[in-house]
C-alpha cells in the first residue's frame, strides 16, 4: 500500500472549470508538498503545507491534519494548467513519499 | 537568483558502466536531495544530504550513492549500471530542509542501454 494516495489518476477538464485533485496520506508528516511537472520532466514545488490553507493566483491548497488529507483546487482552469499534479509528503529528515499523480488536460 | 543546476541533462551508458550527475543548489541552500523517476515507480527519494553529510537514505541498493562538497554541490554516482536504472534524476535543495519549500532542477535523463 503506497503511503499517499492520489486521485483521480486521469483528469480532463473544459477551459474554466473547477478543478479538484485530492491527496491522502497514512504516515505522520513534518510538511506536504504540492508538486506540478510539466511534458520535458521539470518539477515546480506549488505549495509546501503543515496546516491550513494556502493561495497563490488560480491555486489553493488545504491541508487536514487529523483527516490526513489535502486538496488543491484550481479555479479558472486554463490549458497552461495542462500538467502532471503530485502530492508528497515529507517526514522528519526530509524522508520524501510521493503520490503517483494526477494528469491534468485542460481543453480549450 | 540562479536555479537548481542538474548537469548533463541527457546521458547515454552501457549496462555495466557507472555514471557521475551533478547538482547545483540555489546559492545559501545546504540541502540536497535526490530522486529517481521512472514510468512505473513513479517519484522515489533516493538520498538527502545536508553540510556534506547523509541524513537520509530511500530504499536503494548500494550501487547508489552520493556526497556533497564543502560548496553544497552535491554528486551522485551509480555503479554497474543496469537497464532499470533508465530514469529522470532530480535533485532538489532547500535552504535547511525542513519545512522550507523546495527548488528542483530539471534533471538528468539517463538512459542505459
Known amino acids: 500500500k503506497n503511503e499517499v494516495e492520489q486521485s483521480p489518476q486521469n483528469l480532463t477538464a473544459q477551459e474554466g472549470e473547477f478543478i479538484t485533485i485530492n491527496c491522502s496520506y497514512s504516515?505522520?508528516?513534518?510538511?506536504l508538498h504540492w508538486l506540478q511537472q510539466h511534458p520535458g520532466g521539470g518539477i515546480v514545488s506549488l505549495f509546501m503545507?503543515?496546516?491550513g490553507k494556502k493561495k497563490h493566483g488560480r491555486l489553493i491548497a488545504t491541508i487536514n491534519i487529523q483527516e490526513k488529507h489535502s486538496s488543491l483546487h484550481i479555479t479558472a482552469s486554463h490549458p497552461r494548467d495542462s500538467a502532471v499534479y503530485i502530492c508528497?509528503?515529507?517526514?522528519?529528515?526530509?524522508?520524501?513519499?510521493f503520490g503517483t499523480g494526477t494528469s491534468l488536460t485542460v481543453i480549450p | 537568483k540562479a536555479g537548481v543546476t542538474q548537469t548533463p541533462r541527457y546521458l547515454i551508458k552501457t549496462r555495466g558502466q557507472q555514471v557521475t550527475l551533478s547538482c547545483s543548489p540555489i546559492?545559501?541552500?545546504?540541502?540536497v536531495s535526490w530522486y529517481q523517476q521512472t514510468p512505473g515507480q513513479g517519484l522515489q527519494f533516493l538520498f538527502e544530504?545536508?553540510?556534506?553529510?547523509?541524513?537520509n537514505k530511500g530504499n536503494f541498493p548500494g550501487r547508489f550513492s552520493g556526497r556533497q562538497f564543502s560548496n553544497s554541490r552535491s554528486e551522485m554516482n551509480v555503479s554497474t549500471l543496469e537497464l532499470g536504472d533508465s530514469a529522470l534524476y532530480l535533485c532538489?535543495?532547500?535552504?535547511?530542509?525542513?519545512?522550507?519549500?523546495?527548488?528542483f532542477g530539471s534533471g538528468t535523463r539517463l538512459t542505459v542501454v
Open positions: 546559492s545559501g541552500h545546504r540541502s
Open positions: 544530504y545536508f553540510s556534506e553529510t547523509q541524513r
Open positions: 532538489a535543495s532547500t535552504p535547511t530542509g525542513t519545512n522550507y519549500g523546495y527548488t
Open positions: 504516515v505522520g508528516i513534518s510538511a
Open positions: 508528497a509528503v515529507s517526514r522528519t529528515g526530509n524522508q520524501f513519499y
Open positions: 503545507l503543515s496546516s
